[in-house]
C-alpha cells in the first residue's frame, strides 16, 4: 500500500513537472495554441491597451461559452469565412491571440483561461464569481465585434 501511494504521487509531481509553465494540463488542440503562460503574457502585453477608439462592427457571427469549473472560454465561428489574425478580448481587459478561427461549425477553438492575460502580465481569473465573464469580443481587420457570450449549459 506504501508502494503505490508513493508512485501516486512521483506521477502527480511528474505530471504537474511536466506541464510547468503553460496554462493547461492538457495540451490544446490547436497547436498554434500550445505555448507557455510566459508567451501569453508577453504577447498580451503587446496587444494592450485595449482598443477602445477602433470602429465598432457589430455583433459577429460566433458564439462565445465559458465554463467557470473548467476556466476555459470556447470560441465558435459560424460565419462563413475564416477570422485570420484575431484578437479574443474578456471584460475588456484580457486578450488572447489567436492566428486562426476556422469558419463554419466545424471546430471550437477553447481558451483557457489563463491564457487571456491583461496589461500587468496577470491572467484572467475569476475569483469565484466575483469577476464574472461579462463581455467577450473579437478583434480582427482593425474593427472591434461584439459575440454573444454563454456561460456553458451543461
Request: charged letters at 25%; glycine letters at 10%; one cysteine or more.
Amino acid at each position: 500500500m506504501k508502494k503505490s501511494l508513493t508512485i501516486a504521487l512521483l506521477g502527480g509531481l511528474g505530471l504537474a513537472a511536466g506541464c510547468a509553465g503553460r496554462p493547461s494540463l492538457v495540451p490544446n488542440s490547436d497547436p498554434n495554441l500550445r505555448r507557455t503562460s510566459a508567451q501569453f503574457a508577453a504577447d498580451a502585453a503587446r496587444r494592450h491597451p485595449y482598443k477602445a477608439d477602433a470602429p465598432r462592427g457589430g455583433a459577429a457571427m460566433g458564439r462565445a461559452e465559458y465554463n467557470l469549473l473548467m476556466g476555459t472560454l470556447q470560441v465558435l465561428n459560424y460565419s462563413d469565412e475564416d477570422w485570420d489574425n484575431v484578437e479574443i478580448w474578456v471584460n475588456r481587459k484580457y486578450v488572447c491571440w489567436l492566428p486562426k478561427i476556422e469558419k463554419g461549425k466545424q471546430r471550437v477553438k477553447t481558451i483557457n483561461f489563463q491564457m487571456l492575460y491583461d496589461d500587468a502580465g496577470n491572467y484572467f481569473w475569476t475569483n469565484g464569481g466575483k469577476t464574472p465573464v461579462e463581455q467577450v469580443e473579437l478583434y480582427k481587420n482593425g474593427k472591434m465585434y461584439s459575440i454573444d457570450t454563454y456561460l456553458q449549459d451543461w
